[in-house]
């Protein structure tokens, strides 16, 4: 009788890595069990799926799709994004510390008997180094790759939930970037809510960035999500000079209120972005249809976005919102999802799309619409069953929307159009700087 057994090839490699997971040793055409356990900030994130061996008495996740369990169809890495946690409202996926590896262990069951095997995730790759920065008012965590460089750099920015966004970092780091992910509330020395954040702040980090780290050709890249990726535009439209690129993931076309990550005393339709100490004007100010009651109203999970469609409704307090995306001096990559429940993300990128294409912007332009995905999208071969959550400041109960295989795919294909973009614009860059 054969003996049953599981390999991973490669077992170690930083997390957007595809792996392929084989296992051997089973009769043809016998069914074969394969689970998954990952420990993730100390809480068990699990998954099991079964396959038929093929005639070889194999089982390739590369080429075997699930008969039953966690996910259907073909999926290298299905049973990593299909895992889900043993505690109940359990979202974080990264230890606490980036520089912590995922170890995960992977299990197969038949008739012949059982078998085992790690598979290895990292944030941080080989000679990536990670410094608090806490100076000049800026709050943050710098990643360098390794290598004296200089290295193109990029600045990371977190969404509603605040905070300082390191995993996503570390991982820029690990594939050739400078990268600071700044915090700009909820942070230690920072407010608790995004209320009232002034521009003035990112302003300040893109020039400490360019003096500290003297990046390549002078190369600094904005990268957001949410509320970031909101901020990502309209830091390019009111500083272009200083913007060499931009990644905006699920973005808004227009400044919002501070809606669910708002101070609470001054209210989640207050403002949320100051310039020269003013409030910049947001969809919600004097807006004749906007409506917070398809949010608010029936049971949770609730659905953010029924709430801002309510506010298109109103062309002049739109256009009153509006971010000026076409004062761009830069290349572009929007990042959206059909079906985002936090808000009308695909929208809101045909809106900046649309409007760059229309002022001739002389820059490159992509734009990926994530058909059945949802708002969370982060990149690759993480869980993405979680679709309800509390939110971080409001405590709310949303659903981002999306269904996890679509998520899924939203994070491995994203993930790939931010490298092979970030490539391209700093090609670019460098070409431009030489012939000037």
Same mark, same amino acid.
């Given at each position: 009788?054969?003996?049953?057994?599981?390999?991973?090839?490669?077992?170690?490699?930083?997390?957007?890595?595809?792996?392929?997971?084989?296992?051997?040793?089973?009769?043809?055409?016998?069914?074969?069990?394969?689970?998954?356990?990952?420990?993730?900030?100390g809480?068990?994130?699990?998954?099991?799926?079964?396959?038929?061996?093929?005639?070889?008495?194999?089982?390739?996740?590369t080429?075997?799709?699930?008969?039953?369990g966690?996910?259907? /169809?073909?999926?290298?890495m299905?049973?990593?994004?299909?895992?889900?946690?043993q %505690?109940? @409202?359990?979202?974080?996926?990264?230890?606490?510390?980036?520089?912590?590896?995922?170890?995960?262990?992977?299990?197969?069951?038949?008739?012949?008997?059982?078998?085992?095997?790690?598979l290895?995730?990292?944030?941080?790759?080989?000679?990536?180094?990670?410094?608090?920065?806490?100076?000049?008012?800026?709050?943050?965590?710098?990643f360098?790759?390794?290598?004296?460089?200089?290295?193109?750099?990029?600045?990371?920015?977190?969404?509603? /939930? /605040?905070?300082?966004?390191?995993?996503?970092?570390?991982?820029?780091?690990?594939?050739?970037?400078?990268?600071?992910?700044?915090?700009?509330?909820?942070?230690?020395?920072?407010?608790?809510?995004?209320?009232?954040?002034?521009?003035?702040?990112? %302003?300040a980090?893109?020039?400490?960035?360019?003096?500290?780290?003297?990046?390549?050709?002078?190369f600094?890249a904005?990268?957001?999500?949410?509320?970031?990726?909101?901020?990502?535009?309209?830091? @390019?439209?009111?500083?272009?000079?200083?913007?060499?690129?931009?990644?905006?993931?699920?973005?808004?076309?227009l400044?919002?209120?501070?809606?669910?990550?708002?101070?609470?005393?001054?209210?989640?339709?207050?403002?949320?972005?100051?310039?020269?100490?003013?409030?910049?004007?947001?969809?919600?100010?004097?807006?004749?249809?906007?409506?917070w009651?398809?949010?608010?109203?029936?049971?949770?999970?609730?659905?953010?976005?029924?709430?801002?469609?309510?506010?298109?409704?109103?062309?002049?307090?739109?256009?009153?919102?509006?971010?000026q995306?076409?004062?761009?001096?830069?290349?572009?990559?929007?990042?959206?999802?059909?079906d985002?429940?936090?808000?009308?993300?695909?929208?809101?990128?045909?809106?900046?799309?649309?409007?760059?294409?229309?002022? @001739?912007?002389?820059?490159?332009?992509?734009?990926?619409?994530?058909?059945?995905?949802?708002?969370?999208?982060?990149?690759?071969?993480?869980?993405?069953?979680?679709?309800?959550y509390?939110?971080?400041?409001?405590?709310?109960?949303?659903?981002? @929307?999306? %269904?996890?295989?679509?998520?899924?795919?939203?994070?491995?294909?994203?993930?790939?159009?931010?490298?092979?973009?970030?490539?391209?614009?700093?090609?670019?860059?460098?070409?431009?700087?030489?012939?000037?």
């Amino acid at each position: 009788m054969a003996i049953l057994e599981i390999s991973v090839d490669p077992v170690d490699s930083l997390i957007d890595v595809e792996r392929r997971i084989v296992v051997r040793g089973a009769a043809p055409g016998e069914l074969v069990e394969i689970g998954s356990r990952t420990l993730r900030a100390g809480v068990a994130w699990s998954s099991r799926a079964r396959f038929a061996a093929d005639a070889q008495g194999q089982v390739d996740l590369t080429q075997a799709a699930a008969v039953d369990g966690a996910y259907a /169809g073909i999926s290298p890495m299905g049973l990593l994004w299909s895992q889900t946690p043993q %505690q109940a @409202g359990q979202r974080e996926v990264f230890n606490a510390s980036v520089q912590e590896p995922l170890l995960t262990e992977l299990t197969a069951s038949a008739t012949g008997g059982s078998a085992s095997a790690q598979l290895v995730q990292r944030l941080c790759g080989a000679g990536v180094t990670r410094r608090v920065v806490r100076e000049q008012g800026l709050v943050g965590t710098l990643f360098l790759p390794a290598g004296a460089g200089p290295h193109p750099a990029v600045m990371v920015l977190n969404g509603s /939930g /605040g905070g300082i966004n390191e995993a996503r970092a570390a991982l820029y780091a690990s594939r050739g970037y400078a990268a600071l992910a700044l915090a700009y509330f909820k942070a230690p020395g920072l407010p608790d809510y995004i209320s009232n954040t002034p521009l003035e702040y990112f %302003q300040a980090g893109l020039g400490w960035m360019r003096r500290e780290l003297k990046p390549q050709a002078d190369f600094v890249a904005l990268s957001g999500q949410s509320r970031g990726g909101e901020l990502v535009l309209l830091l @390019g439209a009111t500083f272009p000079q200083q913007v060499s690129a931009l990644l905006a993931y699920v973005p808004s076309a227009l400044v919002h209120s501070a809606q669910n990550a708002a101070d609470p005393a001054i209210g989640r339709e207050g403002p949320t972005w100051l310039l020269n100490g003013q409030p910049l004007p947001h969809q919600w100010q004097n807006n004749r249809t906007a409506s917070w009651q398809p949010f608010d109203q029936g049971p949770p999970p609730h659905r953010h976005a029924l709430a801002m469609l309510t506010a298109l409704q109103d062309p002049d307090a739109v256009e009153r919102a509006r971010i000026q995306v076409e004062k761009i001096q830069a290349p572009v990559l929007l990042l959206s999802a059909s079906d985002d429940g936090s808000w009308p993300s695909s929208l809101y990128s045909r809106m900046v799309s649309d409007k760059l294409q229309e002022a @001739g912007h002389p820059y490159p332009v992509k734009w990926q619409d994530y058909q059945d995905a949802g708002h969370a999208i982060l990149f690759p071969y993480v869980p993405t069953t979680q679709l309800s959550y509390a939110h971080p400041v409001s405590g709310r109960i949303s659903t981002g @929307g999306g %269904q996890p295989a679509a998520n899924a795919n939203a994070d491995r294909h994203s993930w790939q159009q931010a490298l092979a973009f970030l490539r391209q614009a700093v090609a670019v860059h460098i070409s431009r700087k030489e012939s000037s």
